[in-house]
């Protein structure tokens, strides 16, 4: 997953921090963005051989009508089941870390210097190893909780229960050689990333 002479930053952060406007910023710069989430929805496209192994695994309930991943009853099945969530990510790791290489081969041939891979689980599913440094999107965590709320149209309850299922900010904060705090509007992060961005062009002559 890296190439030489290209330089991928890991953008990771917790749930509702606001990582995909994050993204946008640095696509609008021209940086190629690979989105792990995509890269997991491709992996159990229809017809894919990830699907057939998780029906095999699961039970062909996990396929919808039109012969996609039901991935709600997926959410639900692994939800609080570590053996279960295990089952699923010795499935599909595999491949989108496969769809990744690919991507990012893909830039490095078109003469990219930079890639951004965005990856909610960098850190929990282990692939800190396949990026030069980690850039973290955090909010304060009352921010966090409203924002989930609001965004899938959930209870407290439910928010708070999602949030305690993923590692705390303040610990995947540790990881970051550089941590992004979203918490004010999109105007103030937007003026936050560009001196990032600014200092980091400079420092790399991108």
């Not at 890991?10 to 890269?39: C, H, M, N, W």
């Not at 990510?89 to 210097?113: K, N």
């Not at 990026?131 to 999107?137: N, P, S």
Request: charged content about 30%; overall charge neutral.
């Amino acid at each position: 997953m890296r190439p030489s002479g290209i330089r991928i930053i890991g953008l990771t952060g917790g749930v509702a921090t606001g990582k995909s406007s994050v993204a946008r910023f640095f696509e609008e710069r021209g940086v190629p963005v690979i989105d792990a989430d995509q890269l997991a929805r491709e992996a159990v496209r229809p017809g894919s051989p990830c699907l057939a192994r998780l029906a095999a695994l699961f039970g062909h309930g996990v396929i919808n009508a039109e012969g996609a991943l039901d991935r709600k009853l997926m959410g639900s099945i692994v939800f609080g089941d570590a053996e279960k969530r295990r089952l699923l990510e010795q499935v599909v790791h595999p491949e989108i870390r496969r769809l990744a290489e690919e991507r990012i081969a893909h830039a490095a041939a078109a003469g990219r210097r930079t890639v951004v891979y965005m990856s909610p689980l960098l850190i929990e599913a282990g692939d800190t190893g396949r990026v030069d440094e980690i850039w973290v999107v955090t909010v304060r965590p009352d921010i966090q909780l409203e924002r989930l709320m609001a965004r899938d149209g959930i209870g407290r309850e439910e928010a708070g229960r999602i949030i305690a299922s993923q590692i705390p900010l303040a610990e995947k904060e540790r990881h970051g050689r550089i941590v992004i705090d979203n918490s004010g509007t999109p105007e103030e992060t937007r003026r936050l990333l560009a001196a990032i961005w600014e200092r980091e062009t400079a420092a790399h002559h991108e």
